[in-house]
């Protein structure tokens, strides 16, 4: 059996046991040692595992994604969303459904401490749907909403899905930090303009709020510490005060004082945001490992050099392409965790890209590339058949039916398809700010 066949092999007997619910991590370590013991050695195996995994997690830049899922972990436990919704609300809650879209600009806020999409939605489902339901907004709408305002936890810098991606290309944090920041802005923006779009349709999905809304300057002052810190850590990211990692570790220690200052944080609650740290980098963790393995196999396999070939042979556009691989990506992330299925991809669609003659140096090639398989993650979070963000807050709104919520997140769905293909025919949407911060 050839090297081409036996990856492909690996990939079905790979997603087999992802669907009989062994491990993502676990499945990728097995089927990559096995793999690459069938192409190589016993010896040379153990050679690898000797030294290869120790290198890896010794890597300084890896210490980003605790320290930046500490940072996230004590903002949820410090009662901060709370805050952010009741102070979008101030400002957007007298509007046509404006409620929705301060769920929108509350996510936005929060995703820039946080960097996780499952937290933001576990978190403002907890925090916005009860006071959404008590306007009697529509179900669809308000379970839909949070769903794809948990994306932007990924979507607005940092996140730890950029790290994974950089840390894996060999590419710079700071600057996929910066390419990400207008393309998640348009998102809030996008999805702001859907809300407006579909309540101006259909009213009944989002009766006017008639009750008096919390004083707009009370509700400021109770979230400017963290919008300050939020700007601090990411404003220093952006002028090269911080590198990523002693950002993360300033937001970390920041978000901890706010927290006892504003007498939010329990020593319970700094004990079970360590807790849900050491857990979530754990598995992170395992799946870097895992993915490690497995694209040694693949690199034996030779599969990506054989990919980025035929593709070449293939006649088709740059721009052709890349459509297709986005395309390849929504389907894939429709029924995959978004880690897995980017860990999974890039050892053979990274070649195949850079090889690609957009007319930009290989570099920004690199981070706009970045950006739209983060694009593409966000949707996969939220589209059906699985949308792992609709079963969070489907786990939260147990008196909402499923469908409901997927049938509350296809219009926006329908605008970040949209953002894709703008995305996709402007790079300079991505790169501006890496171009003018260079």
Not at 117 to 125: E, K, L, Y
Not at 159 to 187: C, D, R, W
Request: charged share 10%; with cysteine; hydrophobic share 55%.
């Amino acid at each position: 059996m050839s090297g081409v066949a036996l990856a492909a092999v690996g990939f079905g007997a790979m997603l087999l046991l992802i669907a009989l619910r062994m491990p993502i991590g676990l499945s990728m370590l097995v089927v990559g040692s096995i793999g690459y013991i069938h192409l190589s050695s016993w010896q040379a195996f153990f050679a690898y595992m000797k030294t290869n995994p120790y290198y890896q997690f010794a890597n300084y830049t890896l210490s980003v994604i605790p320290l930046f899922i500490l940072m996230g972990a004590l903002a949820e436990r410090s009662g901060i969303s709370t805050s952010l919704f009741k102070a979008a609300e101030a400002f957007a809650g007298r509007l046509k459904g404006g409620l929705a879209m301060a769920v929108i600009w509350a996510c936005t806020a929060f995703g820039a401490i946080c960097g996780s999409s499952v937290a933001t939605t576990a978190t403002f489902g907890r925090a916005a749907l009860p006071e959404l339901q008590r306007y009697k907004y529509d179900a669809g709408l308000a379970t839909g909403t949070i769903a794809v305002g948990g994306t932007l936890g990924i979507l607005i810098p940092p996140s730890i899905i950029l790290v994974v991606y950089a840390i894996t290309t060999e590419q710079n944090i700071a600057k996929l930090f910066q390419a990400a920041l207008l393309p998640g802005l348009m998102a809030a923006l996008f999805y702001t303009f859907s809300i407006a779009w579909n309540v101006r349709r259909r009213p009944h999905l989002a009766p006017p709020a008639n009750e008096q809304i919390a004083d707009r300057r009370q509700a400021v002052l109770s979230v400017w510490p963290v919008l300050l810190v939020a700007v601090t850590v990411i404003g220093g990211i952006y002028g090269g005060i911080f590198t990523p990692t002693e950002g993360a570790a300033f937001g970390a220690v920041a978000m901890l004082l706010v927290g006892l200052a504003q007498r939010r944080l329990s020593l319970t609650g700094i004990v079970e945001s360590i807790k849900q740290t050491a857990e979530t980098s754990a598995m992170i963790f395992i799946i870097l490992l895992g993915s490690e393995v497995f694209d040694a196999f693949l690199a034996l396999s030779r599969l990506p050099e054989a990919a980025a070939e035929l593709v070449g042979h293939s006649g088709l556009p740059p721009y052709a392409i890349m459509i297709s691989l986005m395309l390849f990506y929504i389907l894939l992330g429709a029924v995959m965790d978004e880690l897995a299925m980017i860990l999974l991809t890039l050892p053979v669609f990274f070649p195949i890209v850079q090889a690609l003659d957009f007319g930009l140096p290989a570099e920004e090639v690199a981070i706009w590339f970045g950006i739209l398989v983060l694009i593409v993650v966000g949707i996969g979070l939220t589209a059906p058949p699985i949308g792992l963000n609709v079963f969070v807050i489907s786990s939260i709104a147990k008196t909402v039916p499923i469908t409901s919520t997927y049938r509350g997140v296809l219009p926006f769905i329908f605008v970040d398809v949209i953002r894709l293909g703008l995305v996709i025919a402007f790079p300079g949407l991505a790169l501006w700010l890496v171009r003018l911060l260079s």
